[in-house]
């Protein structure tokens, strides 16, 4: 039986509405249901993976965000998504991959940037790292992540004064 696109993208449009007002639960059980009938999509699998994420079920996770990647490779979500999740899984270099991949058509992403410094923080690349940090606060001038992982590096590199300017810079811009 074919299936209904109206109906399909009205669902993409409820799972999307419910992520980005937080109501991660219903996001999350209207992904799995629509999953399970058998309607595929980038936004669908991120959910669910989210929600495996939060169950401390990273490797499940994974598997079902290499696969949002594999079937939509542009998808910015989708890889960020991946990224993040090969972070917390300790695969740095992994994450680096799909961080590089995402950039190479999407260079104006701040959080993405970011995302590259903290994989390169892990890989023990500071230099290259507080490079990409500071180009996150270029495109992101807000980026809170980035000015803290920058008072962190310049700390590791025993630049105090530089660590204190940025961790003021943080307090400051914070919400």
């Not at 509405?17 to 629509?34: I, M, P, S, V, Y």
């Not at 989708?78 to 991959?97: G, I, K, T």
């Not at 799909?98 to 023990?124: Q, R």
Request: glycine share 6%; with cysteine; aromatic share 4%.
């Amino acid at each position: 039986m074919a299936r209904d696109l109206q109906t399909d993208l009205q669902t993409l449009n409820t799972v999307l509405t419910f992520a980005q007002n937080r109501d991660f639960e219903r996001a999350g059980d209207l992904a799995e249901k629509t999953l399970a009938s058998g309607f595929e999509h980038p936004l669908l699998l991120n959910v669910v993976a989210t929600r495996l994420e939060q169950q401390g079920k990273l490797e499940d996770a994974l598997r079902l965000l290499e696969r949002a990647v594999s079937i939509a490779p542009g998808d910015v979500g989708a890889r960020n998504a991946l990224s993040l999740c090969l972070q917390r899984l300790d695969r740095p270099a992994d994450a680096l991959y799909h961080i590089d991949e995402l950039l190479k058509d999407h260079p104006e992403l701040g959080f993405a940037h970011a995302n590259k410094g903290n994989a390169l923080i892990d890989l023990g690349l500071l230099a290259r790292a507080k490079q990409s940090h500071l180009r996150a606060l270029e495109l992101e001038p807000g980026n809170l992540a980035a000015m803290a992982a920058l008072a962190s590096i310049a700390t590791h590199r025993g630049e105090h004064e530089e660590a204190r300017q940025w961790a003021e810079r943080a307090l400051i811009a914070a919400p």
